[in-house]
């Protein structure tokens, strides 16, 4: 295996016009140093801006915020992409949690991964109701009871098992649709829109669950790992997020298994996490939105996508603003993905990108903007479409009253 650095400097940029073709990718980078010219690494590139333009500090948001999507907890058993437990690994104390909730305007984390069964009740009971109105925990499926006979029947009785317990609604990882296989971890991938789970969509459903579902990954995942990719630092970081070549699906194809899960549960509510995962054409998404009354997005992860499309944002926010919730990924401790580590500066951001009119500015606490390299715009929202999407619109899935 090559380390990060090397593969990056395999990937030598020409960093003067003057610089030989053939003598780019030789120069070491004593030389690159010494001369500052010739070439020089992706890896060592790390321009300062001489930009100089306003820039706000949002400490606050202007109103309450419900972050839809956060990851208090997680399973503490996964094999190949597939949570396989009730147990759950607790990544943050309620205590360290309500101090930068205070101090940034948050008035509630929606836990998604709360998981089943033991694993979950444990949860409802340190956070939710340790802590009313402050943490509303979500369920998962229990796919290791997958192979066993009447699956359909009894992963939508732990539903209803989880909403007595107190969850408020279902969280699909994008397990569903990349990782998990007839035999769990093996044989042919099991389709999104497989009918297996029609009865559990249909619980959620019934009985007023939102399910908050990850389908698919940003589109650049689905391309090879190579000079022309946008993503690429990001994608030598972790390499298992490409889901280029293999027996994985495209992602047009996960995406119409998805629509046609939204097209036979007319009476289930879809809260398509990260923008749908397809930010990087909101026209696309538009269209499933009026398409789908029964679909609304968050915007977890993906300021760095809005953010450099302010103006087709923008209007994506006024068209749809009664169907967009603020979610950031939070995971607390999550050091190695910047653009989501729970913090004051993670809130601070969203807010600036928000509720101001700044210019080109990074997306994520971090020396390279880890998503790709650009930096990003606010999207100066008025009160009344940041109070809905601070609060209102996710409230009304959670069924809180405002
Ligand atoms: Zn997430």
């Known amino acids: 295996m090559i380390n990060r650095r090397q593969w990056l400097c395999g990937m030598g940029i020409m960093a003067s016009a003057a610089a030989q073709p053939g003598s780019a990718f030789a120069a070491s980078k004593k030389e690159t140093h010494k001369t500052?010219?010739?070439?020089?690494?992706?890896?060592?590139?790390?321009?300062?801006?001489?930009?100089?333009?306003?820039?706000?500090?949002?400490?606050r948001a202007r109103f309450p915020v419900i972050d839809f999507h956060t990851h208090i907890t997680r399973s503490a058993k996964s094999t190949r992409g597939v949570s396989l437990a009730s147990d759950r690994v607790y990544l943050g104390t309620p205590q360290e949690l309500l101090a930068v909730m205070d101090s940034k305007n948050v008035r509630a984390m929606v836990n998604l991964t709360g998981g089943y069964d033991k694993g979950l009740g444990d949860v409802i009971s340190k956070y939710d109701h340790a802590f009313e109105d402050r943490f509303y925990a979500f369920t998962e499926p229990c796919y290791e009871r997958f192979l066993e006979t009447g699956y359909p029947q009894l992963q939508a009785e732990a539903i209803e098992r989880a909403h007595r317990q107190g969850a408020r609604g279902l969280k699909i990882l994008k397990t569903l649709g990349l990782y998990l296989r007839e035999n769990i971890t093996s044989g042919k991938l099991v389709k999104i829109d497989d009918p297996r789970f029609d009865p559990m969509w249909d619980a959620c459903g019934q009985l007023n669950m939102p399910v908050a579902i990850h389908v698919s990954d940003p589109v650049a995942f689905f391309t090879p790992t190579d000079r022309f990719n946008e993503r690429y630092e990001e994608l030598t970081n972790h390499p298992d997020w490409s889901f280029y070549g293999g027996d994985f699906p495209s992602n047009a194809e996960l995406l119409e298994a998805r629509n046609r899960v939204f097209a036979r549960h007319p009476k289930t509510h879809f809260v398509v996490l990260h923008v749908g995962n397809f930010a990087e054409n909101l026209a696309n998404v538009a269209e499933n939105l009026d398409r789908f009354p029964n679909m609304s997005v968050d915007i977890a992860a993906r300021i760095g996508e809005l953010g450099r499309q302010p103006r087709t944002a923008r209007k994506f926010f006024e068209k749809y603003q009664d169907r967009i919730l603020f979610g950031t990924d939070a995971t607390p401790h999550g050091d190695q993905y910047p653009q989501q580590v729970f913090n004051d500066k993670l809130y601070e951001v969203y807010y600036r990108f928000l509720e101001t009119d700044d210019e080109y500015f990074d997306y994520a606490p971090a020396e390279v903007p880890p998503q790709g390299r650009w930096r990003i715009y606010g999207v100066n929202l008025p009160e009344t479409i940041l109070r809905k999407v601070y609060f209102e619109n996710a409230a009304h899935q959670l069924n809180v009253v405002v």
Do not use: D, I, N
């Not at 060592?44 to 306003?54: D, G, N, T």
């Open 36 to 59: 500052a010219s010739h070439s020089l690494s992706l890896a060592e590139f790390s321009p300062k801006s001489m930009l100089q333009v306003p820039e706000t500090h949002v400490a």
